[in-house]
């Protein structure tokens, strides 16, 4: 931990302090080697393994999703760079299955920017690395106030990449030039930058941190389903009892039924605002519906009788079978409740937050990233008996925690911990 409060690392981003010199940056508007054509058949995708199987180094990989157009998070194009191979870009929906490309890899690092959201969609296709460096969360461990790939190219290369075209509709056939232009740029230089966060990591004390947490990215299970996702609704908390939740999770199934028939995302079909409306108002007739202004548009109004069938069937239920107005869960209550319930917890939780933040603040990182927020939650409402760092230490591990994690942050939580409860 010698190098840890390297100055780099907690300096303010320049691009983000100084306008002018982010936009004196130079654009990178085209692909070094030219534009890749896109590879959508068996021969294609043959060339591309043979080429990359071939290169040397690590190899860079992007995805681009539909979100916000289509159901689910699938990728629609994947781009890769390496040395000695060049850049590709894939086809997924043409070629669905990548696993010879990933075969063609084994042992190779791959770098990709923030991993979380790619690796989902990449293991859809079978592309998987054994290896994983990811620049997002290296500058989040580095500290730095922006972490998008265009802020981080920006402050560590002094270069510029365009990003007009992140948000649009990937799933659309054939793509337009401009689009694969801005797609292979996205792996361009992602090795570059992943060799520049490498030596600041190591710079900083903090590669091994890095190594540890990458490693976790790649060993991280998939997430189980949510048991009520309809609970994830935007505004939900407005609506205050069971028949009202009743209806907006009618409505939410049906919707996101109709999202998945027709491949749409679900807020295309029906925004979240116009259930939470129409569950405090309870309209009756699909006259008092579409009074509702959302439902009067797009295609919510084609599925207006689909609506009022799941309102009155909220409306004719028994009670025992409306929601509770709070999910199970295997955790603790909401921290909101807690100094109701247990003034204790509350106390030794705000200690602990408090001692997170003042290791975090001195490691120059966010405190999420330090510690994951649920752990010191779970630490504070149940703790080890006695408490002291090696108990501490125990129940992090538990909850998760990586063993940098666990170094950093034991001896001063179990030290808040004791402070809290005398």
């Given at each position: 931990?010698?190098?840890?409060?390297?100055?780099?690392?907690?300096?303010?981003?320049?691009?983000?302090?100084?306008?002018?010199?982010?936009?004196?940056?130079?654009?990178?508007?085209?692909?070094?080697e030219?534009?890749?054509?896109?590879?959508?058949?068996?021969?294609?995708?043959?060339?591309?393994?043979?080429?990359?199987?071939?290169?040397?180094?690590?190899?860079?990989?992007?995805?681009?999703?539909?979100?916000?157009?289509?159901?689910?998070?699938?990728?629609?194009?994947?781009?890769?760079?390496?040395?000695?191979?060049?850049?590709?870009?894939?086809?997924?929906?043409?070629?669905?299955?990548?696993?010879?490309?990933?075969?063609?890899?084994s042992?190779?690092?791959?770098?990709l920017?923030?991993?979380?959201?790619?690796?989902?969609?990449?293991?859809?296709?079978?592309?998987?690395?054994?290896?994983?460096?990811?620049?997002e969360?290296?500058?989040?461990?580095?500290?730095?106030?922006?972490?998008?790939?265009?802020?981080?190219?920006e402050?560590?290369?002094?270069?510029?990449?365009?990003?007009?075209?992140?948000?649009?509709?990937?799933?659309?056939?054939?793509?337009?030039?401009?689009?694969?232009?801005?797609?292979?740029?996205?792996?361009?230089?992602?090795?570059?930058?992943?060799?520049?966060?490498?030596?600041?990591l190591?710079?900083?004390?903090?590669?091994?941190?890095?190594?540890?947490?990458?490693?976790?990215?790649?060993?991280?299970?998939?997430?189980?389903?949510?048991?009520?996702?309809?609970?994830?609704?935007?505004?939900i908390?407005?609506?205050?009892?069971?028949?009202?939740?009743?209806?907006v999770?009618?409505?939410?199934?049906?919707?996101?039924?109709?999202?998945?028939?027709?491949?749409?995302?679900?807020?295309?079909v029906?925004q979240?605002?116009a259930?939470?409306e129409?569950?405090l108002?309870?309209?009756?007739?699909?006259?008092?519906?579409?009074?509702?202004?959302a439902?009067?548009?797009?295609?919510?109004?084609?599925?207006?009788?689909?609506?009022?069938?799941?309102?009155?069937?909220?409306?004719?239920?028994?009670t025992?079978?409306?929601?509770?107005?709070?999910?199970?869960?295997?955790?603790?209550?909401?921290t909101?409740?807690?100094?109701?319930?247990?003034?204790?917890?509350?106390?030794?939780?705000?200690?602990?937050?408090s001692?997170?933040?003042?290791?975090?603040?001195?490691?120059?990182?966010?405190?999420?990233?330090?510690?994951?927020?649920?752990?010191?939650?779970?630490?504070?409402?149940?703790?080890?008996?006695?408490v002291?760092?090696?108990?501490?230490?125990?129940?992090?591990?538990?909850?998760?925690?990586?063993?940098w994690q666990?170094?950093?942050?034991?001896?001063?939580?179990?030290?808040?911990?004791?402070?809290?409860?005398?």
């Amino acid at each position: 931990m010698a190098n840890v409060l390297n100055s780099k690392t907690g300096d303010p981003d320049p691009s983000a302090s100084n306008g002018q010199e982010a936009e004196e940056a130079p654009l990178l508007s085209e692909p070094s080697e030219g534009l890749p054509p896109v590879v959508s058949d068996a021969e294609g995708l043959a060339g591309v393994v043979a080429a990359f199987a071939k290169g040397t180094g690590p190899v860079a990989v992007d995805a681009e999703r539909a979100s916000g157009y289509r159901y689910g998070q699938r990728a629609y194009l994947v781009q890769l760079r390496r040395m000695g191979s060049g850049s590709a870009l894939i086809d997924p929906i043409a070629c669905p299955d990548l696993a010879p490309l990933s075969e063609a890899l084994s042992g190779a690092e791959m770098v990709l920017h923030a991993a979380h959201q790619d690796l989902p969609c990449l293991t859809e296709v079978n592309l998987r690395p054994d290896v994983l460096f990811d620049t997002e969360l290296a500058g989040r461990l580095l500290g730095y106030q922006r972490v998008g790939l265009g802020a981080m190219v920006e402050r560590v290369l002094g270069l510029r990449l365009a990003k007009e075209h992140s948000a649009v509709d990937w799933s659309i056939r054939p793509l337009p030039e401009d689009w694969l232009r801005y797609a292979a740029l996205d792996v361009e230089i992602l090795v570059e930058l992943r060799n520049a966060m490498e030596a600041e990591l190591a710079e900083a004390g903090k590669l091994e941190w890095a190594r540890e947490e990458f490693a976790a990215s790649l060993a991280a299970p998939p997430k189980e389903p949510r048991p009520d996702p309809w609970r994830r609704t935007s505004g939900i908390h407005k609506v205050r009892n069971q028949r009202a939740l009743g209806i907006v999770r009618e409505l939410w199934l049906e919707r996101d039924r109709i999202a998945q028939e027709r491949d749409i995302s679900p807020g295309r079909v029906l925004q979240d605002a116009a259930m939470v409306e129409a569950a405090l108002a309870m309209p009756r007739t699909s006259a008092e519906l579409v009074e509702i202004k959302a439902f009067s548009i797009r295609l919510a109004r084609r599925y207006v009788p689909v609506w009022v069938k799941a309102i009155n069937r909220a409306r004719d239920m028994r009670t025992v079978e409306l929601p509770q107005p709070s999910a199970p869960g295997d955790g603790p209550p909401p921290t909101n409740r807690w100094a109701d319930r247990d003034p204790a917890a509350a106390r030794r939780l705000e200690a602990a937050r408090s001692a997170v933040s003042g290791i975090a603040e001195r490691v120059r990182m966010p405190t999420e990233n330090l510690l994951q927020p649920d752990a010191v939650r779970r630490l504070a409402w149940a703790p080890p008996r006695p408490v002291n760092a090696e108990t501490v230490k125990t129940r992090l591990r538990e909850h998760n925690a990586r063993e940098w994690q666990i170094e950093l942050t034991s001896e001063g939580l179990a030290s808040a911990l004791r402070e809290a409860a005398s």
